[in-house]
């Protein structure tokens, strides 16, 4: 495994995301065994940087991790997000990130995580109802006592990102990123590089899409929230197909997998970018670790680069209004 910096923080090329394991997708939350043994996985193949919120559960995903890592802390760079739960009564899916509301939900995270420190922490959203000023302020506070070592941001505009950055600098932005997703390369990519700050893809193989393991909306269990995100409905779903069938075909060439591909392609994009892959399964943990070790050629990353822009939207209506674009 490869290390880079974003910023001053030393991380795997290669991450993991924990969401998946307790949150969002098919089979989450049913198998925490198996989950517990794809983090451990991970740390064997040298993955430090693992990303989980507190919004994922709520609250399980960091618990999940908090009995994951112990014995195992020091290994990691470990990395969540507030913003998504009120604590003043308004509680999950409420935006706030406020000082006040920051400093409670980092005690509830810490807990769960069984640690005294978080080495990244996030705000999730941007908050339309808070000055990014008053947050950014807040978690130089908790820096500067110890219980955070850097601050990130997630799908923040350019302007929130300078404002941020001037009051306390911030270590990376989280926004998805991947081949079917390329809306931050005009605007938020430039500026990151002009400010030092790295980039952590999400959803780096299109919540699984781009790995051409999803052939179906079948496939989906009643609560996976891909049956409510566009590029997944019916009218969209045939034309995407012909996107991960364009992946699998340079992955035939290239001697690797469709997810190995996806992964190698941001890669590619620079030495400041560390793609977090989520999820639960050992083998998937070992398939996605290897995509370090690929190097496409110009012709292959060519040919990805020019894939046609997918069909629908990458989130829905109501999770849109929360992106700044
Ligand atoms: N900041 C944010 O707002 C935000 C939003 C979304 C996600 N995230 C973070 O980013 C992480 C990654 O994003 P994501 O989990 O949404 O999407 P992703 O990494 O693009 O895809 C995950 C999906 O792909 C499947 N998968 C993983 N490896 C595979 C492989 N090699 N072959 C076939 N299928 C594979 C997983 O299923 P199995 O688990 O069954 O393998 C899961 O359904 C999350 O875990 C979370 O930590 C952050």
Redesign the pocket.
Known sequence: MRYIKLRDLEVSRIGL?????SH????SGTDDAGSIRAVHRALDLGVTLI???EI?GPYTNEELLGRALKGHREKVVLAT?FGLVSHAGGGPWHQDSTAANIRTAVEGSLRRLGTDHIDLY?Q??VDPAVPVEETAGAVGELIAEGKVRAFGL??AGPDTIRRAHAVQPVSAV???Y?LWTRGIEERVLPVLRELHIGLVP???????F??G?VRSTEQFDENDFRRDNPRFSEENFAHNLALADEVAAVAAEAGA?P?QVALAWLLAQGDDIAP??????VS?VE??TAADALTLSPAQLDRLGSLPPAAGDTHTEAQARMLER
């Not at 999400?202 to 699984?208: E, Q």
């Open positions: 995301g924990a969401m998946g394991m969002g997708y098919t089979g990303d989980t919120a994922y997000k996030y999730h959203r997630s799908e989280q926004s998805e991947s999400f959803s780096p193989l299109g919540r699984g781009l790995t393991a997998t997810a977090i892959p989520g999820t639960k399964r998937r398939e996605n």
